[in-house]
């Protein structure tokens, strides 16, 4: 630990970030941390502080950077209304097991507790615990403790489960003066599964005649996404992906079975409910990636169930598993590469099967005039494979799970980015965070008209800050698709609440600065996607869609005729 001189407290929490490796944070600007700000400003070329147009925004865009990089993404807010607005990036973090920091601007010491302008208990707003929305929330009221509280904030966010961390900066405590130096750089420990754990893996894999693995959750990097693929091969098991992880493992290798999520291949669905053993490495196995929890029933599975996980208050947390290893994913997966298969494995055809499975449902049924599935597909062809990919939540995003095949983040990195929590509003913010961190990635976001407008002013940080590879696609048909398809069958007829009225997709783009088309037939959107590719500007492309065209798999019409069979006759 090097000596400082003495510096505003603002100053120095912004020399701790670019000593934990930040050189990007979002957010939006406020009173509140007007002695960080100008800390941006004396470490400028260093550190950048990227204004977003609204906090919710901001918030989404450091979760794709916890997403992207494996470090906690950083975001700025100011008090009361800031921190609201930010609390959907917080709580898609938590969900998604992302790291991140939230730091809030705070009232000053003084005026504590007497409601203050725009004052909030942030300990009460986002306290900790595994309901929350946050991993720890600290506030600064010593400036020379600020370097260590930032070096706590990195640590909780990177250690077990990764998660996002409040940090609560009083407005006084930033303008005071302090010579404390700031912390080394937050490395994660990582925790290793027990020897006589991995010695039951493989008995119970041995003893196994249909496993079955599912990966996904957080805390995976390169290393660990390349050593789970060995694993596989050496054992020769079929691997799905946990909801929106799919990029967790090669989706054009041929043990790949499917994404295991919203929307499932119903072949891939029975395949896991009749598996003797399933190894579920990484993930929650929360309500999206279990089908409601049906996949595997709860408390004790039918099938024998092995669940890996980085946190130990989530094993056991749902299911009552017949092994349960806690471990961070980077060891887990270097552990379980080690276990030596026997020369014969009596599931091969079992593997097999399931990745035909999954081809098959690359087959889609046609439609016209504008099929979805022929545009994922085109995009795919003619993207760059490190291309990122981008959603948000809404029927729509089931083409994209569906038909694009995401490669393991072993070769390039993080290629998708999606809230496992839901979250309308994250494809636009999480495609400029990626655009502005990584300029010579092509950006691709695919977003419904609802969700697109819930965060569509971001498309000016694009612009302001000059992104270039940044393609939207805007699927508009008038209505928020999800909620429509749930009130279809459950009140079929009785539609309220979920028709939308929108503005040009296309001539708000071109407002922003960006260029744009508005397109209603397949055979138009291949020429417009490549000349958006080949002009390096930020490009969105329009699609209107037929309502009608509910999912991949089925429209409002078969829907709601399915549902008025099915009820019962007044």
Known sequence: MTTSSARLAGHALVEALVAQGVSTVFGVPGESFLAALDGFHEHRDKIRFVACRQEGGAAFMAEAQGKLTGRPGVCFVTRGPGATNASIGLHTAFQDSTPMVLFIGQVASDQRDREAFQEVDYRQMFGPGTLGFAKWVGEVHDADRLPEYVSRAFHTALQGRPG???????????????????????????????????????????????????????????????????????????????????????????????????????????????ADLVLAIGPRLGEMTTSGYTLLQPPRPVQKLIH??????????????????????????????????????????????????????????????????????????????????????????????????????????????????????????????????????????????GDFLMTGQELATATGYGAKRLISVVVDNGTYGTIRMHQEREYPGRVSGSDLFNPDFAALARAYGWQAWSLSRTDEFEPAFAEALASQRPSLLHLKLDADVSTSRSTLTAIRDAALKSSPKA
Request: aromatic share 8%; proline share 8%.
């Open 308 to 449: 890996i996980h980085a946190g130990p208050e989530e094993l056991g947390r749902v299911y009552a598993a017949d092994l349960l290893l806690q471990s961070s994913m980077a060891s887990a997966a270097k552990a379980l590469e080690g276990l030596t298969a026997p020369p014969q494995l009596p599931w091969a055809e079992w593997t097999e099967q399931a990745h035909a499975d999954y081809d098959a449902n690359h087959v889609a049924q046609e439609v016209q005039p504008l099929d979805m599935a022929v545009v994922v597909k085109t995009i795919q062809r003619l993207a760059p494979e490190n291309t990122v990919y981008t959603n948000g939540a809404g029927n729509y995003a089931g083409w994209l799970h569906r038909y694009c095949r995401y490669h393991g983040l072993q070769h390039h990195g993080r290629t998708q980015l999606a809230p496992t929590s839901g979250a309308m509003g994250y494809g636009v913010p999480a495609a400029v965070a990626a655009s502005l961190l990584y300029p010579d990635r092509t950006v691709v976001n695919i977003a419904g008209d």
């Open 164 to 274: 996002p961390v409040v940090l609560v900066l009083p407005e006084d405590m930033l303008t005071k003066a302090t010579a404390s130096p700031v912390l080394p750089r937050a490395e994660p420990a990582h925790a290793w599964p027990a020897p006589g754990g991995l010695r039951e893996v493989r008995s119970m894999l041995l003893a196994s005649k249909r496993p079955f693995v599912i990966v996904g959750g957080g805390g995976w990097d390169a290393a660990a996404c390349a050593a789970m693929q060995r694993f596989a091969e050496n054992w020769k098991l079929p691997v799905g992906c946990a909801f929106r992880f799919q990029d967790v493992f090669d989706n054009r290798h041929p043990q790949y079975a499917g994404d295991v999520g919203i929307a499932i291949n119903p072949k891939l669905a029975e395949r896991i409910r009749s």
